[in-house]
């Protein structure tokens, strides 16, 4: 009889070569920075996952009978892929702070440390040698099962029946303690964060900004990511250097998840405050839904003071203490809910404002953002009195507005860079332009709008 496990048919070196690659992959540079811990968690987790998916393909390639090397040759392969896999990883953990310290650069963020690129080879190789343990444990079991379930069903029965029982009872306290746990520490983790108010950001003192003594929302439950909003906010002399015209203060408002405790409260709150700052009265009015953590773009919010002398108001409301990835798996329900009860309440109240005298409204989304607004637009409610438009940055692959596009752009434009219609209602651009060309005016022709609508109904399910 087959003893339950075996070491030889738990190790390969294809599933080694797979699994260095597979870390080596997950220390790449991503489009937001990792922390060491988060970075060293995701390649543990990318190696074991790799790592898995060998030994099955092994298996699927011993059950078609397909012949393996053995001998020499294969004395050979196993030094090969061993020297490769050595190669691999030193190449990655060489290259692993650089590489991070090139994405920290660009958000104005300090290098790593020194030694974080070793923290993370082994903190993720730790996390590795844990996961192939559950692996084992959870293989080993399963055989067990099957053995006792062979006396009394068929073969394929039992197989098919312990890796379902064994599945379950194995994912069952993951789901049930483990992830919901590791959410709730994320989630502490990420609001200690939140609740430091940074000494060189100053609280404002004039009655009309957010955050003073005077305002509506208080300084302390703006979050960390709402304080940087709008202390750093250019300043009329700031604004005057470059704008040519007459210059003002640009509004912010930005309401934290701790200043009320629903999301229709924030919303609300959010409205009176802009009322209260005089946000109505500008030019510009953009409704704002931030990134996970609460996070405002300045690249984009700045340039939009600068470029309109700060005859702008931008509001914005938190949803999350999480990143946009974690807030998507713990709540994903939070952002869309928050997006809509914002746009709602600032929509319901500026149609009811004299049209010849209200701020042109705009709404804005960067990534998990940009998600959310899409997801929370009430095209159908606008079509009697619509705003001015939308920019949706970086919206995520699952965006069924963004996937409804691409798939359904006009011939010859490239996926990446899609035109879709006459462009009267929707265009695409990158780093690399997408404005140029013989489009339609800006809404010229609703027929954009209806098209998009009509085609894609059944599948943005709005």
Known sequence: ?????????????????????????????????REPIVQAALGGIAASLGFEVALLARALWRYLEVPEVTGRIRNWWIAATLGSSLAIILYSVSKAGSWQNATRAAVDLPPLETGAPFFIFFAGALLCLFLWCCFRLAGMTRRLVSRQL??????????????????????????????RNAFRAADASFLAAD????????????SEKTGSPDALVRWEEMCRRGRQFVGTAPTIAEIAEFEDGPAMDPIRVYVGRRSAETAKERANLALQELIR??????????VVVPTGTGWMDPGAHDTLDFMLGGDVATVAVQYSYLTSFLSLL????????????????????WTVLPKDSRPELYVFGLSQGAFNSQASLPLFDMLGDPIQG???????FFSRYWAHIRDNRNAGSPAWRPKFGNGSFVRVLDQYGGLEGDFTPWGADPGGFLELRERSDSELHL
Request: proline content about 10%; glycine content about 8%.
């Open 277 to 286: 700052t005089g946000g109505f009265a500008r030019s510009t009015l953009v």
């Open 390 to 396: 939308a920019l949706w940055a970086g919206s995520p």
């Open 150 to 179: 062979d006396r009394v069903l068929p073969r394929r029965v039992g197989i098919v029946l312990s890796i379902a029982l064994v599945g379950w009872v194995f994912w069952a306290p993951i789901d049930g303690a483990l992830i």
């Open 195 to 206: 609740i430091h108010i940074e000494p060189d950001i100053a609280q404002p003192q004039s």
């Open 1 to 33: 009889m087959k003893p339950p496990f075996t070491i030889k048919d738990n190790l390969s070196p294809i599933s080694l070569i797979v699994a260095v690659s597979c870390f080596g992959a997950a220390l790449t540079p991503s489009l937001m920075p």
């Open 330 to 349: 713990a709540h994903p329900d939070y952002g869309v809910e928050q997006a809509s009860e914002l746009f709602d309440a600032i929509y319901e109240y």
